[in-house]
């Protein structure tokens, strides 16, 4: 089984987003709002700051207090979309739960949302009027990409119809004339359907669901589930299960998780570019 190094893509993406961003005739500024003081959180937003500021992307600090009410929180994120030279505004999640969390992320310009999930980029997107996709979608897609295997006879099988993944990652199969099959809790014949398939994708976020007796010999895995363990964070395969099996498989932690970054300020730098 070859894994595939999401570290390495995410890696060789940043360097182009880095040359793109230094030809701009501006510095581009990214936002990621933080909601409260979630440890989580607060690294993950940690993370992309520090990403986005490696690239030339500067990076906007806002943080409110967990009490904030969600008409305050727009008002606010509404002077965010005003800011000069600003090219993506996301908010971390999850939310305190008595926010308002799809009129919150409506609030966001919808040319400035990289993270697609306001109503209006996502319908953009879907009707294929936007440039910029669902990060975690784009990194799936890069991740296949990278193996450079052609997948016009590939019977691709998509595990979940999440709207960062599932649903995403099928309209961009199907923008390159490809018919994925998605499997939900309701489909019928699931694991017949799974072990004829030569690419599964998978974000359901149930942790190691996926095991060596439930694939065809040689399948691509890309697993874009995460699920919380005792030793930390797991996917939906179990990569120690399918090793002898699987062709291909891009892991959990350093697959999805690296690449989806790396799209993320790839989308900042599509609207930086728009702004010419």
Known sequence: MIIIDGRKIRDEILAKVKDEVGKLSFVPIFCDVLVGDDPASVQYVKIKERMAEAVGISFYPTSFPREINTEKLIEE???LNK????????????LPEHLDKQKVLDSIDSRL??????AIASRKFYEGENDISFPAAFS?????????????E?????????MLVGRPVAALLRA?????????????????????????????????????????KGAILIDAGTSESEGGIIGDVDSESVKEV??????VPGGVGPVTVAMLLNNVLTVAKSKK
Do not use: F, H, W
């Not at 800011?83 to 999850?94: A, S």
């Not at 799936?140 to 016009?152: T, W």
């Open 140 to 152: 799936c897609m890069a991740l296949l990409d990278s193996i450079g295997v052609d997948l016009k």
């Open 77 to 79: 994120i509404k002077d």
């Open 176 to 216: 390159r004339n490809l018919s994925p099959e998605i499997i939900t809790n309701e489909t019928l014949n699931k694991e017949e359907i799974i072990k004829q398939a030569d690419v599964v994708i998978s974000g359901m976020g149930k942790g190691k669901y996926l095991t060596g007796d439930m694939i065809k």
């Open 246 to 251: 699987a062709g291909y498989l891009s892991p």
């Open 113 to 118: 949302d990289v993270d697609c999930l306001g």
């Open 154 to 162: 590939k019977n691709i099988v998509i595990l979940g119809q999440g």
């Open 83 to 94: 800011v000069p030279n600003m090219c993506g505004i996301i908010v971390q999640l999850p």
